[in-house]
């Protein structure tokens, strides 16, 4: 047992069970939800207080209000399947386990914002998926039409970038573009796929809202703490006896987290991905996962990816592998990302060969630093998150 | 009332109309913010991330160029934060860039190395990128070589080529740390859409593209005893030359340019000005030609409008993008060609020069004129007609070496035979310029009377708008030309391949009824030439633009037909335009390309 | 095989002639090619009115686009994190032990390439990898080797092993 699981404090870990639970209600929640006004939906989306589960966070219900009150010919609701940090396969299953409760929630999102078109931009790595996903969005634009609905849905195949995650990126890719991230603002919610309003959110986000408009906003709000609020799918995989998929609350702290899901060796654990944080053994008891702005103590957002390393692995190696994947999918059009990747992966190479000395890498902190403040989009500032929270906790693994 | 916000910058309150950018708030309120991908002709990239400022209340930097003003935004330009933000963009840019400035061929006039200079990066502490790629340099193209070792991505080469150039032959490829501009499967810019119009030339911050340069090839020219070295001038060239060498923009150096040249050692200095009267009269009369043909004699086979083939960008785009249209082209050579193929035989004649023993060298505002003196049809004085082509960058260079003080140069004057010239022959090198000097000969030709325009000025099409149209009606013509009665005669202007290819694409569709058209590659024309003074500019095109039309204003003659040595050119040795001489040596065919 | 210019301008009426419809038009040459050639990629650029350089380089930014002549099956071997703990370079080892051939290359047959690619989103089954769209995870050194038995003895055609299960 590791010194902080000691000092762990009440927060349990509190399963649930609503995305993956199997329902055959689309059609009724669909059909219902279609007869509430939209100021209506968008005020029980508010209401439950749900933030993005991307890992940006950004709050859906003023996402999908911004986007409705824009005047415009044409609006687009774009389902974000580009799944593509590592760590994270959450997505995935939402979609071949519970595809309805996705296009269902497309559709609603279509309604209040006044679009006709929805998009599914499921990444290239997922192809398998496309068969099947495609006779889910066949079978039920045949209910939106029986109900006379006018919507329709398309899949828009990725082709192997990570970068398409990222909002714009996304957008560029779709219009057959290189996918580089545009300069925000605009921002998507007025000028988003092809110029017009869109409401991109991610897979699991949209299955939220299915849970928030079956149930109410209530029993949603009712879970997780405050800022923090329902539940969030956790996608646990490295040194763990039970990788896989968890729906958990959201608030929970790494004690707990690690308690269930630690092999009882744990050292760190990478929170949200290569893009994520890791946390040391000594910081789980004042680490817990949800959105800023809650406890005095490290609040660490994610996109559900939780990787954990035991006292086997090295940490220098696991900084290589991600540093390694950024510098190969950064979009290589802002200086900052492009050559700062290179350099911290270059960098920590040279110091671990004693090519540069130790003192190297607090230049390489700061180096960070800057890609944080000046990246042009949010893959870019959060790039050098790892680099920076593993050569703070594990400098003595980095130097020869 | 428009609308105005407040903010602050550096706590000077300022107030500026909604969707300004930071950086341009700054540039009105005096205050400087460095940038490098940014640059007035293109859209914002928001890429390099050197204009990065604060903005109070926000944890990150925002880039200045890409970020527009908010009403009560406090700007902050000039914070440790953000300085020290810089220095690592810089440094980083300086990691992957091949920094060995003393060998680089913009040293001293690059973008980057003046930053480093401005920022005082006095030691690289980051890793050298430079050896872990394979760099290669494409030196195949007569007009332009590409250093990738020499990039730093901006992708202002790949703006210009795209926005202003419509040509796209260079793009952004791959990704991360892998991404680098390239052709179309990386082939040389040689083998590709290219016009080596040299754009991307004049926009790059630092020299990973440059010009092809043949300063030690002329250098060598002069030291030989046996050749008799003759330069000819591009009419821009004396109103961006003096930008290099210590003047403002928008001066003319006419004088001291041919005296910098005879010191140079030329042994005879004239002015490409003269081809361009001579282009008038056999470009006006081709066109006086295609009108009875097709009005009178209805041939299908002759096409209308006709178009300038004074700008080899614009001949090579057409070539590549609309090879099923080259009969639109006039068949007249460029001015430039024109002069090469007649220094080898008139003047070699006059002066009873060996033509073997000439060496033909041109000053152009322009990289596209290497392309076209190597061309295999430009030899039809029986030699290469032009040996040499220099851009006025590279001139301004010769005059450095030569340890020539310009700024104190007397005035001199280009040397007979082939070196008078009229206004009309120096607005070539404005836009509009080509199609004003052949209205003002056209015209009279026609009707015996000037041109209906005050002071001979078609101000119509003059200026900097993409595409300008003017049309002249024709009344009273003489005899000769009755056919012509009630004509109105439709004419464009385009400049800038983008705008050439919005009027080509409505020729394509037939929607065109313009009778003739100057087309012209780069940006304001020959003034906005690809070899012209870096940095280029809508501001500065203006000024040099006006040091254009200065100098027409100026000359005792402003009309082509009325330059002397036409009148006597004609006499002693070509006979009429069009005529059998004229066609054997002032008129070209083109080919078709492909367009990938 | 459809000559490749017929399939191009299918897929053209299929999706269009947009910009917008240049991935998917990629994406299915590619399907049946395994890589985009220059000659596909000038068909393409002239089926869409497209610069080929635009269409370089939009291709050359996505992994899954080749442009390098690649076999019938393209390995793509997952090299991120979890993966990489869990013995990738054992699978990678035994792959090329078995085929003969390194990151990159294609057997002389013509039948296989082997590239690494970044995450596949099988974490929690590591180490992952795909043979063409088929995924293959939990791999262990003899299970690769059964795997590429299989494909090499039925030359691929029928192996529907897709072991994608749920949690």
């Not at chain 1, 040194?239 to 269930?260: N, Q, R, W």
């Not at chain 2, 991330?49 to 003003?69: D, F, M, N, W, Y």
């Not at chain 2, 700008?311 to 590549?320: A, D, Q, V």
Request: neutral net charge; contains cysteine; charged residues 25%.
């Amino acid at each position: 047992m590791g010194e902080g699981q000691k000092m762990s404090t009440s927060h349990l870990l509190k399963r649930a069970d609503f995305i993956f639970k199997s329902d055959n209600d689309w059609e009724d929640v669909l059909k219902k939800n279609l007869n509430r006004t939209a100021n209506e939906l968008i005020n029980e989306l508010i209401s439950s207080e749900l933030k993005g589960r991307g890992g940006a966070g950004f709050p859906t219900g003023l996402k999908w209000k911004i986007s409705s009150e824009i005047k415009a010919d044409e609006k687009f609701v774009i389902c974000n399947a580009d799944e593509g940090e590592p760590g994270t396969f959450k997505d995935r299953e939402i979609l071949s386990r519970v595809p309805f409760k996705v296009l269902t929630a497309i559709a609603v999102c279509a309604y209040v914002i006044g679009a006709k078109k929805g998009f599914i931009y499921l990444r290239g790595e997922y192809f398998f998926l496309k068969d099947n996903l495609q006779s889910a969005i066949d079978e039920f634009e045949r209910y939106c039409r029986k109900i006379g609905f006018d919507f329709s849905i398309s899949i828009f195949m990725g082709s192997g970038a990570y970068i398409c995650g990222e909002e714009t990126a996304l957008f560029e890719s779709m219009e057959g573009k290189r996918g580089e991230p545009r300069n925000k603002p605009p921002f998507p919610s007025s000028s988003g796929y092809m110029n017009k309003p869109t409401v991109i959110n991610n897979v699991e986000t949209l299955a939220h809202t299915y849970t928030i408009f079956k149930y109410g906003s209530k029993r949603f709000y009712d879970l997780g703490v405050q800022f923090s609020r329902g539940t969030k799918l956790f996608s646990v995989s490295g040194d763990t006896p039970k990788p896989g998929i968890y729906e958990l609350e959201l608030g929970m702290s790494l004690v707990d987290f690690v308690e269930e899901f630690g092999d009882d060796d744990t050292k760190a654990v990478q929170v949200g991905g290569a893009s994520g944080f890791l946390v040391p053994r000594k910081r789980f008891p004042e680490t817990t996962i949800g959105f800023q702005g809650r406890l005095v103590g490290i609040s660490l957002p994610t996109g559900g990816s939780m990787m954990l390393f035991n006292s086997s692995r090295s940490m220098y190696n696991v900084l290589d592998n991600y540093l390694n994947f950024f510098a190969e999918e950064s979009c290589g059009q802002c200086t900052p990302c492009r050559v700062g990747c290179q350099q911290l992966l270059k960098g920590i190479k040279a110091v671990k060969r004693g090519e540069k000395n130790a003192a190297y890498l607090d230049k390489l902190l700061k180096l960070a630093e800057t890609m944080t403040y000046t990246a042009k989009c949010g893959l870019g500032q959060s790039v050098a998150n790892s680099f920076s929270s593993i050569v703070e906790n594990f400098r003595e693994e980095m130097i020869y | 009332m428009e609308k105005r916000i407040k903010i602050t910058i550096n706590g000077e309150t300022k107030e500026v109309s909604p969707g300004t950018s930071i950086l341009d708030a700054a540039n009105q309120s005096g205050v400087i913010i460095p940038t490098l991908c940014y640059h007035k002709d293109l859209c914002v990239a928001g890429n390099c991330r050197v204009c990065v400022i604060e903005i109070a209340g926000q944890k990150r930097l925002a880039a200045a160029c890409a970020t527009p003003c908010e009403d009560g935004m406090e700007v902050l330009t000039n914070t440790l934060k953000v300085r020290n933000a810089r220095k690592h963009i810089i440094e980083l840019l300086l990691s992957e860039h091949n920094a060995d400035c003393t060998s680089c061929y913009r040293n001293g006039n690059c973008e980057l190395q003046k930053l480093a200079s401005d920022y005082k990066i006095m030691t690289q502490d980051f890793l050298d990128l430079v050896p872990f790629r394979n760099y290669t340099i494409d030196n195949f193209s007569p007009s332009i070589i590409k250093d990738d070792s020499k990039c730093i991505r901006c992708q202002r080469c790949v703006r210009t080529c795209a926005e202003l150039q419509s040509v796209n032959a260079l793009t952004m490829s791959y990704k991360g740390e892998h991404a680098q501009i390239t052709t179309f499967f990386e082939k040389s810019m040689n083998d590709v859409v290219c016009t080596n119009c040299g754009q991307c030339v004049n926009h790059c911050p630092t020299g990973a593209l440059t010009e092809r340069n043949y300063i030690e090839d002329v250098w060598s020219a002069l030291a030989d005893k046996e050749k008799f070295v003759i330069v000819q001038t591009a009419p821009a060239v004396r109103v961006g030359l003096g930008e290099e060498l210590g003047f403002d923009p928008g001066e003319r150096v006419t004088g001291k340019m041919v005296s910098a040249l005879k010191r140079l050692g030329f042994h005879a200095v004239m002015d490409t000005d003269f081809t361009a009267d001579l282009t008038i009269m056999e470009e006006g009369s081709e066109l006086l030609r295609r009108l009875k043909e097709v009005i009178v004699e209805k041939r299908g086979d002759v096409k209308l409008p006709m178009a300038t083939s004074c700008s080899p960008g614009w001949i090579k785009f057409i070539e590549h993008l609309y090879p099923d249209f080259l009969n639109h082209l006039s068949s007249c050579k460029s001015p430039q060609q024109m002069f090469g193929a007649l220094v080898k035989t008139y003047y070699a004649k006059a002066k009873k020069i060996d033509p073997s023993k000439i060496v033909s060298v041109s000053i152009m505002p322009c990289t596209a004129k290497k392309f076209e003196a190597a061309r295999p049809e430009m030899r039809d004085s029986g030699f290469r007609d032009v040996d040499y082509v220099l851009t006025t960058r590279e001139l301004a260079i010769m005059i450095k070496q030569a340890g020539i003080d310009f700024l104190r140069l007397p005035d001199m004057h280009f040397d007979r035979l082939m070196g008078e010239s009229t206004g009309a022959g120096v607005i070539f090198g404005a836009t509009g310029g080509v199609m004003e000097a052949a209205l003002r000969t056209a015209y009279e030709l026609v009707t015996g009377r000037e041109v209906p325009f005050k002071n001979l000025n078609i101000t119509p099409v003059r200026g900097m708008e993409g595409l300008k149209e003017a049309s002249i009606k024709i009344d009273n013509p003489l005899k000769e030309w009755s056919f012509l009665e009630g004509v109105q005669l439709k004419c464009a202007v385009a400049h800038g391949l983008a705008n050439a290819k919005i009027v080509m694409d409505t020729i394509k569709k037939g929607d065109a009824d313009y009778h003739f058209v100057e087309f012209m590659a780069c940006p304001g024309g020959c003034l906005g030439g690809g070899g012209q003074p870096i940095p280029t500019n809508p501001e500065i095109r203006k000024r040099r633009a006006l040091a254009i039309y200065a100098e027409d204003v100026g000359m005792p003659l402003r009309k082509s037909h009325q330059n002397p040595e036409i009148i006597k050119i004609y006499k002693d040795f070509l006979g009429k335009p069009l005529g059998e001489k004229s066609h054997k040596l002032l008129h070209t065919t083109y080919i078709k390309r492909s367009s990938f | 095989m459809e000559p490749i210019s017929d399939l191009i301008r299918r897929l053209a009426e299929r999706h269009g002639r947009e910009r917008s419809s240049l991935l998917p038009i990629l994406q299915g040459v590619v399907e049946q090619e395994k890589y985009l050639s220059e000659y596909s990629m000038t068909q393409i650029a002239r089926e869409l009115d497209l610069p080929a350089a635009e269409v370089y380089g939009t291709a050359t930014f996505y992994s899954f686009l080749e442009y390098k002549k690649m076999g019938k099956y393209i390995i793509r071997l997952c090299k991120t994190i979890t993966c990489s703990m869990k013995g990738e370079n054992q699978i990678l080892l035994a792959i090329q032990e078995m085929l003969k051939i390194k990151v990159g290359e294609t057997t002389p047959d013509g039948n296989f390439s082997l590239l690494q690619t970044n995450c596949l989103g099988f974490c929690h089954k590591a180490p992952a990898m795909l043979i063409n769209n088929e995924v293959y995870t939990e791999l262990t050194p003899e299970k690769v080797r059964d795997i590429l038995t299989s494909y090499i003895n039925s030359n691929g055609g029928g192996t529907k092993n897709v072991n994608v299960s749920s949690t």
